[in-house]
């Protein structure tokens, strides 16, 4: 006879048991929780029914003919889940775990789904759920357009950078070319990996969907659909964002040492030391960090939300229960912190030592106006990554101001690198001389509607004695330095560092 009872937040299930006419008694039990069946291979993390009905017959009769048809219609929170697969199981007393011998899954009719065991004893269905997340929407205009201003100043900047290298005869050029390099790496990768491709394989749970011819025993009752590559951008994202602050505060270092703590040069192969700290330790703690999570949870095919958000490719965010446990905040936001508080110190040290006060240690004795001094200091602030800081500002509870310092944020940190173009190249002596040559030559070509082959000539030659001069632009300038109109000095290694900010 058909048993029909109503499953709370799970399910509705109909049971059909063909009973022979010579059995003599049929009953069920239905379990409330799964605390007598704690299964070595299942693993249920949400808090969705967990019932377990139990039927016997006749004990001359079950095993020779009795049989268990199952009925059921999902009932879950359609908002937050989405039905991904279920298996039809018995409890197995030898091996005390799920199994799935004598039973099979079919599609049903009108929604509803079935499970067949040719065998009565303790049943379950084990369903497994996806999780519908909300993944946002692309970049926004701000965000995109911020980002190409970046990309295109820190461009320029490094080819600026490199050809004129031999001007400033200082390894200040060598920590801005890297600081720029792996911050341009990071928007890259920002625009155009932070959006996981997951979203646009998203379903709507119809249970046409569920394979079922394969009825194995799920390892959890929620799955969510692997991408190694999202994963791979999350890691790229993670590292090149801790090369990024590490070059800050390695130059932030040079600056203390070049221009408050001494005036002697720097020490021999200081450039290879710097450059295998600046790429090799963000590296060290990105692979320790993956290395952690990967060997404390490789075997659950999920061990990648255990670094990585779903949403987007960046740092799982972690549970209010697990903070401690956290990538997040020990491999990323505990070394930041450490880095800006230290960047925060250095640069106001430098700005009341040297920007705004004059300092007997350096040979150059000019005055610098009040506009030139917070023009330096903007400069130092910039490349120490200071405008960071507005990052812990967006943690407060009030969501307006919250979105206040989101956009300020935003505003500030999208365009680092056009900040750095204009506060570090076109503010130069080298690039501003230069740049008046190309636009004087272009005025000349544009205010002239018709030119002669000679005058063709001269400018082609004009443009080719230009291009030729930029890898030799320190000579011109060491010529410009001994003319009358420059004053006889020599720089000191800690005056070019002043006169790069």
Not at 196 to 225: A, E, L, R
Not at 265 to 293: D, E, K, M, Q, Y
């Amino acid at each position: 006879m058909p048993v029909e009872m109503l499953f709370k937040k799970l399910l509705l299930l109909l049971i059909m048991m063909p009973l022979q006419r010579n059995s003599k008694a049929c009953g069920f039990v239905v379990y409330q929780n799964d605390k007598l069946f704690q299964s070595k291979t299942f693993t249920a993390k949400s808090n969705f029914s967990q019932k377990i009905i139990s039927s016997k017959t006749d004990e001359n009769e079950q095993d020779q003919s009795a049989s268990v048809d199952m009925v059921f219609s999902p009932r879950y929170n359609q908002r937050e889940f989405q039905l991904y697969s279920y298996a039809c199981v018995y409890w197995n007393l030898s091996t005390r775990d799920w199994d799935t011998y004598g039973c099979q899954k079919h599609k049903g009719t009108d929604g509803f789904l079935r499970c067949h065991c040719n065998h009565t004893t303790n049943f379950a269905v084990l369903m497994t759920f996806k999780k519908d997340y909300q993944y946002p929407e692309s970049l926004d205009v701000f965000s995109n357009v911020g980002c190409a201003l970046s990309i295109t100043g820190l461009a320029l900047t490094i080819v600026f950078q490199i050809v004129t290298r031999k001007v400033r005869k200082t390894s200040v050029t060598w920590v801005l070319v890297n600081l720029c390099i792996s911050m341009l790496i990071f928007n890259l990768l920002f625009v155009f990996g932070i959006e996981n491709s997951n979203k646009n394989k998203t379903s709507d749970g119809d249970i046409h969907d569920i394979d079922f011819k394969n009825n194995d025993v799920p390892q959890t009752d929620t799955i969510n659909i692997p991408n190694p590559t999202c994963t791979a951008i999350a890691a790229l994202l993670h590292y090149f964002l801790l090369v990024t602050f590490t070059w800050s505060a390695l130059s932030a270092a040079q600056l203390y040492f070049l221009l408050i703590r001494t005036m002697k040069p720097l020490p021999r192969h200081f450039i290879l030391f710097i450059s295998l700290i600046g790429w090799g330790v963000p590296a060290i703690v990105v692979a320790i960090t993956v290395g952690v999570i990967y060997s404390q949870n490789g075997k659950n095919p999920q061990w990648e939300l255990d670094y990585r958000q779903e949403t987007i490719c960046w740092l799982a965010i972690p549970e209010p229960d697990g903070v401690t446990k956290s990538p997040l905040l020990w491999s990323f936001i505990v070394p930041v912190t450490i880095i800006l508080i230290s960047n925060v110190v250095i640069f106001i040290t430098i700005s009341i030592k040297v920007l705004w006060k004059n300092n007997q240690n350096l040979t150059s004795t000019k005055k610098v106006s009040s506009m030139r001094k917070i023009v330096s200091t903007l400069s130092v602030a910039v490349v120490f990554g200071i405008t960071w800081i507005l990052a812990y500002l967006m943690l407060v509870n009030d969501d307006s101001i919250r979105i206040i310092f989101s956009y300020i944020f935003c505003l500030f940190n999208t365009t680092q690198g056009l900040q750095i173009f204009f506060l570090h190249t076109v503010r130069t002596k080298i690039f501003q001389t230069e740049a008046s040559k190309v636009l004087t030559l272009l005025s000349s070509i544009g205010g002239k509607k018709s030119l002669s082959s000679v005058t063709r000539l001269r400018l082609r030659v004009r443009m080719y004695n230009f291009l030729r001069s930029l890898p030799t632009l320190h000579e011109q300038f060491r010529l410009l330095e001994t003319s009358p109109s420059t004053e006889d000095i020599t720089l000191s290694e800690s005056d070019k560092a002043k006169q790069s900010i």
